[in-house]
């Protein structure tokens, strides 16, 4: 069974930086595709932030710049290393496993709880 554990989120001022981290497990890591997904109070979840196998890389254009998203498959972990926050980046940060081949179709694959991420004006 497939376990994803996030953590690092916190409250941090505007302009702040964070680290969340995954970590999997009861898969092979190595071989899955791995997200980070936002919710924001009353919106919808949205892609932030994706890493293929292979290394390959792509980011919400809200992110762009601001956010590194990284795999140490040693580990079975994923991170997002944020700089530069907005408090519009405030939300539940969600981790995100999925097979190759399936895009980022919404609903797919194995979700972690979430950690809370608030950023202060």
């Known amino acids: 069974q497939v376990q994803l554990v996030e953590s690092g989120g916190g409250l941090v001022q505007a302009g702040g930086s964070l680290k969340l981290s995954c970590a999997a497990s009861g898969t092979t890591f190595s071989l899955k595709v791995m997200g980070w997904y936002r919710q924001a109070p009353g919106k919808q979840r949205e892609l932030i932030a994706g890493?293929?196998?292979?290394?390959?890389?792509n980011y919400a254009d809200s992110v762009k710049g601001r956010f590194t998203i990284s795999r140490d498959n040693a580990k079975s972990t994923v991170y997002l290393e944020m700089n530069s926050l907005k408090p519009e980046d405030t939300g539940v940060y969600y981790c995100?496993?999925?097979?190759?081949?399936?895009?980022?179709?919404?609903?797919?694959?194995?979700w972690g709880r979430g950690t809370q991420v608030t950023v202060s004006s």
């Open positions: 995100n496993l999925r097979p190759v081949g399936t895009g980022w179709i919404p609903g797919v694959g194995s």
């Open positions: 890493i293929t196998p292979y290394g390959a890389t």
